[in-house]
């Protein structure tokens, strides 16, 4: 019987929440028995995953010349059609539409599948209907990640096939991981991600830290992650007077020990797809409080359940949520005892059916 044998693309396998779900994916439909290969354009490997990784970024110089776009795309083009695939599952962002066009219309010869990754999908569609029609009408399928993102691309494109499909979360790995010695010996609460941009708002995290009762109680707040504003965020730390208490902790390759260990979750992001870092906190046990930002933290977070959805931006509900998860003992109790269990639907078997059926694989 022919093994059944599909691609996965995206920009790298290191950073984002999009490419941790495309390493997920992969183990998944390896442990299926599927042919699995990962096609990443920028040489950044980090996550754990299975299958053949056809890395172009190796092919990608320091001038990234036209010539040298090109080149990576004929190489692309060439393995494409070298291993003639099933399926191909995009995890790309698409800003460049001409780019996009001869993709969809040259190179991806057999069922495409795209995913939308973010609230803001004109990072994946041209915001000319009839132009993003052009493009992706005739795909396989086009996957979102939360309910509102789903009504957003229907209601603006009129695609025939919009599905919704969760972020999947590898509760397995993360149960592995969180074994491992607790690597900080006194309390705190975390966040985690890039500040290369402020999408993640991590300047609101530390100054509703700064305000709240956690200071006082000599609780810190770790931030994991790294990026270009973090002389920006330092001032404002020092500002506070709590350098003492903020502790940047860069890029850590097993996370989820960290979390596993916090009183609880942060998000303080202005806008989401389907927050992994979110996910992968209830995954270790490990309570939230979250901006009800646009999207993912309503879909996952059951006020008073699991955490707290705090009104989106408000920096006075924010303050409040965190000393509200501080002093109320049965609260808190209540969220941790329940977080892990309330990720069930997001685990990656019951998400990774979800796309074996999608692909008539079941």
Known sequence: MKVKKIALVGFRLSGGGGDRVMANLSKFFHKKG?????????DALGYSCSGTIFNLGKLKSNKNSIFNKINR??????????????FIID???RINFIQEFLISKIIYRTKAIYTVHSYKINE???????????IYQQSYAIISITNVMHGLIEA???FNKVLNIYNPVDVTYIDEAVTEKAPLDFEYIIGVGQFDDNVKQFDKL???YADSELPSQNIALVILG???LKPTLVNLVNDNKISHLVHFLGFKSNPYVYMKHAKFYVLSSEAEGLPMVVLEALACGTPVVAFDCPTGPKEIIQHESNGLLIDNQNMEALVNGLDRMLTDDALYLNCKRNAKASISKFSLDVVGEQWLDLMKYN
Request: aromatic fraction near 26%; glycine fraction near 2%; hydrophobic fraction near 45%.
């Open 73 to 86: 795309f004929y190489h692309f083009n060439k393995y494409l059609k070298q291993h003639q695939f099933d």
């Open 124 to 134: 994946y569609f041209p915001d000319a209907t009839w132009l993003a029609n052009l």
């Open 156 to 158: 603006k494109y009129k």
């Open 34 to 42: 599927l042919d699995v290969h990962i096609i990443i354009f920028h």
């Open 226 to 228: 790294k990026g270009t």
């Open 91 to 93: 995890f790309r962002f």
């Open 206 to 208: 530390i100054q509703a």
